[in-house]
């Protein structure tokens, strides 16, 4: 499994934004889009074996994690406003204590992001991506990774510290900072070339 974590440090926690401006009022949500589309869409296909978490740490309600299951998801377009309505959709449920599902593939909860990397921690391993880390290379073919990135924003010093309890390996992409999207591209292409062997 190849999972993403991204968090979207002033990404809307309610349902009332417009479609028609979805970088404007909605704290860079379109950017948490941009990133759905890049972990999940190939040509005339999705990935089945990705999973996102968007982080949202937006107001009024911060913090709620969208959660996105490739091997359950219906109803997902390349189209950033048809997918903004799908998380409106998970936005306007009402959630307690536990994960809800909104549409197939799509749950919505009150984590934030310590109880998404604890969670994860037990089962994955976590790499941080960030532009001053280290080389990338991936070990085990069936090792189920977790990458965690940013938003338009660096992670602030109580996420960074966060992220140090659970030891990531930081890892760089290169020396130019990427849009988050554009990052989730990268390591998908390289993780494809890892897994099938061909470079
Ligand atoms: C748009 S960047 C964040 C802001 C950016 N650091 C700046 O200068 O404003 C979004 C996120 O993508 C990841 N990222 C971007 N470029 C990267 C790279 N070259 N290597 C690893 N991660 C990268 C990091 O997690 C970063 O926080």
């Not at 999705?46 to 740490?57: A, S």
């Not at 997918?83 to 409106?88: D, E, K, N, P, Y």
């Amino acid at each position: 499994m190849r999972r993403f974590v991204v968090v979207g440090h002033r990404a809307i926690t309610s349902s009332k934004f417009n479609l028609n401006d979805l970088c404007g009022a909605t704290g860079r949500l379109d950017v948490l889009l941009r990133c759905i589309n890049s972990a999940f869409f190939l040509s005339h296909d999705i990935r089945r074996d990705v999973e996102l978490y968007l982080i949202l740490q937006g107001e009024p309600e911060p913090p709620k994690t969208i959660r996105l299951v490739g091997d359950e998801l219906k109803y997902l377009n390349p189209d950033e406003r048809s997918t903004a309505a799908l998380i409106r959709n998970a936005l306007i449920k009402k959630i307690g204590k536990d994960e809800e599902m909104s549409t197939p593939g799509i749950y919505i909860s009150k984590n934030g992001l310590e109880e998404v990397i604890k969670g994860l921690a037990k089962n994955s391993t976590l790499v941080y991506l960030r532009e001053d880390g280290g080389i990338f290379e991936p070990t085990e073919k069936e090792q189920d990774y977790t990458f965690i990135l940013s938003d338009d924003k660096d992670m602030d010093e109580k996420e960074e510290a966060l992220l140090k309890v659970y030891e990531p390996e930081i890892v760089s992409l290169g020396s130019i900072s990427y849009h988050s999207d554009h990052c989730i591209v990268i390591v998908n292409n390289l993780m494809d070339r890892f897994s099938n062997n061909s470079r």
